[in-house]
């Protein structure tokens, strides 16, 4: 498995990762993530709760723009 690795610093260098982790915009599914090295063992209910922060996530940010995160500093 290919680990990759970043300093994002900015919301822009943020959405430039997005494109080299996830370059077809796929959606986060339980089929997606069950294939996540050490995740296979989990049950469907248990990754449905894995990935519903990440959509409550997902929505906020879309909801927001770009400009109001500017001063967040992802690492």
């Known amino acids: 498995m290919k680990v990759i690795t970043a300093s994002i610093q900015t919301a822009e260098a943020y959405v430039k990762y997005t ?3 996830n ?3 796929e959606p986060l599914t ?4 069950v ?3 050490g995740l296979g063992h989990y049950a469907n209910a ?3 709760q894995i990935i519903q922060p990440f959509e ?6 879309l909801d927001k723009s770009v400009t109001s995160i500017k001063g967040v ?3």
């Open 19 to 21: 494109d080299v982790i």
């Open 23 to 25: 370059p077809k915009k």
């Open 30 to 33: 339980i089929c997606r993530l």
């Open 35 to 37: 294939v996540f090295p």
């Open 46 to 48: 248990e990754l449905a």
């Open 56 to 61: 409550l996530l997902a929505n906020e940010l």
């Open 73 to 75: 500093h992802f690492k």
